[in-house]
């Protein structure tokens, strides 16, 4: 179940003081299919810790089943669900937690947090629903639950209690205000609508929330935060494309990370590593292609791996700290997380 082409030793390990900026500046990756959990299955990997660990979902082909999954050298397991049919672990630490989403056996989605293999529900915020997207070494967790009233906010959680983070002035039940992504000193982004029905990314500190610009156009949205505060995410150009990001503080300039499908490309940065390396998925024709941003070039990741490796690399969603990128691609056809290495 786990396929390799041309993997090598990953030499940044060795280089522990230098191997963030020996890795931002690899030119090729070697690709590992994490499998799946049963022969008629399919994967996707959404999150990576420090010693490539992985969590994502894996399921079973035309249905709605799917596991959380657990990845560690070599093999894949199931953390189950809470109850229900389906679930997504979607933010991993270096401990080895994973913090996601699942149905329970009522069919609602609530947020989890892992203490082992153990999946525990961490509440909501009085609505009876709420999913998680991120979480840091510290076990706090973040993302977005339904209130009393109905609406649905961002939260913290932390030490046993989810806290609303409020929002940017959203007025409306249906308008979805969300934590995406936190840092390990308690930043938080996301996104959120103002008052007027436009929504934003935004940066949660020390209990304040500040509104994020665009990229000349009208809106924008968080996505991931790394430990020096930096945001990726996607925002609006004044053209009315939608392109990904990297923002150096909360009310720093979002700078473009460019295209490489042509200029009308729709380009998402969905994580960031503490070297400033992003990672994400872009419009490709009629397809998605996955990406890395890197000495301030945009690359698609399939022109990195190896020549005829049977891989279309469709999205990348997370990165760690020695350039590791996991995503979901399809291989030889079939719908397969992966984990790179740079070589």
């Not at 999946?119 to 009393?148: K, P, Q, R, W």
């Not at 039940?173 to 990314?201: E, L």
């Not at 020096?228 to 004044?238: D, F, I, P, S």
Request: glycine share 16%; hydrophobic share 35%.
């Amino acid at each position: 179940m786990n396929v390799r082409a041309s993997l090598s030793t990953f030499s940044c390990i060795l280089f522990l003081t230098a191997a963030s900026s020996l890795c931002a500046a690899q030119t090729s990756y070697s690709i590992a299919d994490l499998g799946t959990l049963n022969s008629n299955g399919y994967s996707m990997a959404r999150a990576v810790n420090s010693t490539a660990e992985v969590t994502g979902a894996a399921g079973t082909n035309n249905s709605n089943v799917s596991d959380i999954f657990f990845y560690s050298n070599g093999a894949m397991t199931s953390l189950g669900t809470l109850g229900g049919e389906s679930g997504i672990g979607n933010g991993i630490n270096k401990f080895g937690q994973v913090a996601g989403y699942s149905q329970n056996s009522s069919g609602t989605y609530r947020a989890f947090l892992t203490s082992g293999s153990t999946l525990t529900d961490i509440g909501d915020l009085g609505g009876g629903s709420a999913v998680a997207y991120a979480l840091n070494d510290l076990g706090m967790v973040v993302g977005s639950a339904v209130t009393a009233k109905g609406e649905n906010h961002p939260f913290l959680y932390r030490n046993g209690r989810m806290f609303d983070l409020g929002t940017l002035g959203s007025a409306n039940d249906d308008w979805w205000n969300s934590a995406q992504g936190i840092n390990n000193s308690g930043v938080v982004t996301g996104t959120s609508y103002d008052a007027q029905g436009n929504f934003f990314g935004f940066v949660w500190k020390s209990g304040k929330m500040t509104k994020m610009g665009t990229l000349g156009g009208s809106w924008s949205q968080g996505y991931a935060i790394n430990n020096k505060n930096q945001v990726t995410g996607l925002a609006y150009t004044k053209s009315g494309l939608a392109h990904a990001f990297i923002a150096n503080c909360a009310t720093c300039p979002l700078k473009d990370l460019g295209t490489f499908a042509g200029s009308s490309s729709t380009v998402w940065g969905f994580g960031i590593n503490d070297s400033g390396v992003v990672v994400g998925q872009s419009t490709f024709g009629g397809t998605y292609h996955a990406f890395v941003y890197s000495g301030g070039k945009i690359k698609d990741l399939n022109s990195m791996i190896p020549a005829g490796s049977g891989w279309v690399l469709i999205d990348a969603q997370g990165i760690n700290a020695f350039g590791q990128i996991v995503g979901m691609g399809t291989h030889n056809g079939q719908d397969r997380a992966y984990l790179l290495t740079p070589q």
